[in-house]
C-alpha cells in the first residue's frame, strides 16, 4: 500500500540513517513488520554528557550521572530501528503505516518530525542520493 503523501514529501527519495552510538532495546515486544533486524522493543539511546568545566565540578558534587538514558515511545522506536540505512523515507512511511495505521496519520508529517528531532539532537543524519 503505497502513500501518495510521502512520495511527494521533500525528504521521498531521502535515506534517515541513525549515528553509530550506543542504544538497547527492553520490554516486550510490540506492532512491528516482519523485518529481520527490527525487534519491535522499545529502544533507549544512551548519550554521554559533556561537562564543561564548571559544570564537571557541580556534577561531581552533586553525583550526577554520567550519560542519560533517552527511552522511546513505541513509535519512535519502531522508527530509530528503521533508520538503517537502507530504506527511504517512503519505504519507512509504508512500513510505519502498515504496523500502526491510524495511531500515525497523516504518516509522512509524523514520520519526518521524528526524524527531523532525531537530527537536532544529533542523533541521525539524512542523505540524499544524487541523481543520475
Do not use: Y
Request: proline residues 6%.
Amino acid at each position: 500500500m503505497e502513500n501518495p503523501a510521502s512520495q511527494n514529501h521533500r525528504f521521498s527519495n531521502a535515506i534517515p540513517m541513525r549515528l553509530p552510538i550506543e542504544w538497547t532495546v527492553e520490554g516486550d515486544i510490540g506492532p512491528r513488520p516482519e523485518i529481520k533486524g527490527v525487534s519491535g522493543r522499545l529502544v533507549s539511546i544512551v548519550i554521554e554528557k559533556k561537562f564543561r568545566r564548571i559544570e564537571r565540578v557541580f556534577a561531581k558534587l552533586l553525583r550526577a550521572p554520567k550519560v542519560l538514558h533517552r527511552r522511546l515511545d513505541r513509535h519512535n522506536s519502531l522508527l530509530w530501528e528503521l533508520m538503517d540505512g537502507n530504506r527511504t523515507f517512503s519505504e519507512i512511511c509504508e512500513l510505519m503505516d502498515a504496523t500502526f495505521h491510524e495511531e500515525v496519520a497523516p504518516v509522512s508529517e509524523r514520520v519526518a518530525m521524528g526524524i527531523d528531532q532525531f537530527r537536532r539532537l544529533n542523533l541521525a543524519i539524512i542523505h540524499v542520493p544524487e541523481e543520475e
